[in-house]
Nanobody, 115 residues
Framework: QVQLVESGGGSVQPGGSLRLSCVASGIIFNRFAMIWYRQAPGQQRESVASITSFGATKYADSVKGRFTISRDNAKNTGYLQMNDLKPEDTAVYYC?????????WGQGTQVTVSS
């Protein structure tokens, strides 16, 4: 059974930092790309950052220079380090692991940025 479990969300003031984690089980993690998405209330889900199985990364323009995606294949875990958080970063954050045939989602973790 495949599971992706996110953690690390919470409430933080503007300018603060959080690190999200996504622990995968039931898959050979190092064969999957990973994408972090977010969805704010009333908005469509959007891709925030991605990392391939080889470690190549991409970022949405809105988070470049502030967010860093990484992975530790030995721990079956992906991360999203979020610095200099802004109110517009408030959303539910989801991790997504995929290869050419399969696509798995976590349950999401809430991030709230507010003063």
């Amino acid at each position: 059974q495949v599971q992706l479990v996110e953690s690390g969300g919470g409430s933080v003031q503007p300018g603060g930092s959080l690190r999200l984690s996504c622990v995968a089980s039931g898959i050979i993690f190092n064969r999957f790309a990973m994408i972090w998405y977010r969805q704010a209330p009333g908005q469509q889900r959007e891709s925030v950052a991605s990392i391939t199985s080889f470690g190549a990364t991409k970022y949405a323009d809105s988070v470049k220079g502030r967010f860093t995606i990484s992975r530790d294949n030995a721990k079956n875990t992906g991360y999203l380090q979020m610095n200099d958080l802004k109110p517009e970063d408030t959303a539910v954050y989801y991790c997504n692991c995929l290869d050419t045939l399969r696509n798995y989602w976590g349950q999401g973790t809430q991030v709230t940025v507010s003063s």
